[in-house]
């Protein structure tokens, strides 16, 4: 049973979730712009920046979808729910910000045989009217522990786009200073290929997560340590990772309370879920509490 501070620090959570997922949907008019100001001023670098939001708002798109589905009851035939599906649209998602990266390096190498000078006072305008969104629209922290159970394929936060931004600023100016025709295809290029890294990375995560692995921004060892270093327990060991919807992480795991300890086995476990939540952002923990001499073979820390 959860207490009265994790159902704060969780409410807390999802509220911010609520208002992150609000503020996403403009992403939408911003993608549209900054495709529009790309035809106008010719610049492949504002497709490079438009790539990166339109990404966001396809995966919210399709996180929607999954969402209302996953929120289907679990059954006796579905004992998990719809979970995987979330995973299905990420991968989906990440193959197509992928293409489309790859799509605008493959035009950017084409495009530097033959300079093109694009507008380079659409690009100032444009990028210092997003920069100053950003700040006063993205710039929220989120909280740790949401922060925590993000996994890979998360969208990158506020600060991580404004260095997307910021080179294609310096771009447009270089290009009204310099006059320079290849340096936004450069920009272009180097912000796609890190679009692209970022995509891989995703689908790695995407296909990790559906072979049930601990999702790459939670170290297992460190949650194993703390959960042996509360007072009273032994051992710990099958201990199993799982994806729920919204990107939730689910533990089970067998703990060994030392023998003098096993009165206060209930107050040990909830100690550990206080420590799940807090310090790794996992909700769901299903922990079986046993004596020193309840296993007779020899276990495994993960699995089985
Ligand atoms: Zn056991």
Same mark, same amino acid.
């Given at each position: 049973?959860?207490?009265?501070?994790?159902?704060?620090?969780?409410?807390?959570?999802?509220?911010?979730?609520?208002?992150?997922?609000?503020?996403?949907?403009?992403?939408?008019?911003?993608?549209?712009?900054?495709?529009?100001?790309?035809?106008?001023?010719?610049?492949?670098?504002?497709?490079?920046?438009?790539?990166?939001?339109?990404?966001?708002?396809?995966?919210?798109?399709?996180?929607?979808?999954?969402?209302?589905?996953?929120?289907?009851?679990?059954?006796?035939?579905?004992?998990?729910?719809?979970?995987?599906?979330?995973?299905?649209?990420? $991968? +989906? /998602?990440? &193959? @197509?910000?992928? %293409? !489309?990266?790859?799509?605008?390096?493959?035009?950017?190498?084409?495009? =530097?045989? #033959?300079?093109?000078?694009?507008?380079?006072?659409?690009?100032?305008?444009?990028?210092?009217?997003?920069?100053?969104?950003?700040?006063?629209?993205?710039?929220?922290?989120?909280?740790?522990?949401?922060?925590?159970?993000?996994?890979?394929?998360?969208?990158?936060?506020?600060?991580?786009?404004?260095?997307?931004?910021?080179?294609? $600023? +310096? /771009?447009? &100016? @270089?290009?009204? %200073? !310099?006059?320079?025709?290849?340096?936004?295809?450069?920009?272009?290029? =180097?912000? #796609?290929?890190?679009?692209?890294?970022?995509?891989?990375?995703?689908?790695?995560?995407?296909?990790?997560?559906?072979?049930?692995?601990?999702?790459?921004?939670?170290?297992?060892?460190?949650?194993?340590?703390?959960?042996?270093?509360?007072?009273?327990?032994?051992?710990?060991?099958?201990?199993?990772?799982?994806?729920?919807?919204?990107?939730?992480?689910?533990?089970?795991?067998?703990?060994?309370?030392?023998?003098?300890?096993?009165?206060?086995?209930?107050?040990?476990?909830?100690?550990?879920?206080?420590?799940?939540?807090?310090?790794?952002?996992?909700?769901?923990?299903?922990?079986?509490?046993?004596?020193?001499?309840?296993?007779?073979?020899?276990?495994?820390?993960?699995?089985?």
């Amino acid at each position: 049973m959860k207490s009265d501070k994790q159902i704060e620090v969780l409410a807390g959570v999802a509220s911010c979730q609520r208002q992150a997922r609000r503020n996403k949907w403009l992403y939408l008019p911003i993608a549209l712009a900054l495709s529009v100001g790309s035809l106008f001023s010719g610049s492949l670098a504002l497709i490079a920046i438009a790539l990166l939001y339109a990404s966001d708002v396809v995966e919210l798109l399709l996180s929607s979808v999954a969402t209302r589905l996953t929120q289907r009851q679990e059954e006796d035939r579905v004992v998990l729910g719809y979970g995987r599906l979330e995973i299905a649209t990420e $991968l +989906a /998602g990440c &193959v @197509a910000v992928a %293409l !489309l990266s790859a799509s605008v390096i493959y035009h950017g190498v084409m495009r =530097l045989n #033959s300079p093109h000078l694009a507008q380079g006072w659409i690009i100032v305008v444009l990028v210092s009217v997003l920069i100053g969104i950003e700040l006063l629209v993205f710039s929220k922290p989120a909280p740790t522990s949401w922060r925590r159970r993000k996994i890979g394929t998360s969208p990158p936060l506020w600060s991580d786009r404004l260095a997307f931004l910021l080179p294609v $600023l +310096a /771009g447009g &100016v @270089a290009i009204l %200073l !310099l006059g320079s025709g290849r340096t936004d295809t450069i920009i272009a290029v =180097l912000l #796609s290929g890190a679009l692209l890294w970022f995509a891989l990375r995703g689908i790695g995560e995407a296909l990790r997560s559906s072979l049930l692995g601990a999702p790459s921004n939670l170290d297992a060892a460190d949650v194993v340590q703390q959960i042996i270093s509360v007072e009273g327990v032994q051992d710990i060991h099958h201990l199993h990772f799982w994806r729920l919807p919204e990107q939730r992480l689910a533990i089970d795991a067998h703990v060994v309370v030392t023998v003098p300890n096993w009165p206060k086995a209930e107050a040990i476990r909830d100690h550990i879920e206080a420590i799940l939540i807090h310090k790794f952002g996992v909700e769901h923990s299903t922990l079986e509490m046993e004596t020193p001499d309840r296993e007779l073979d020899s276990c495994h820390v993960y699995g089985t």
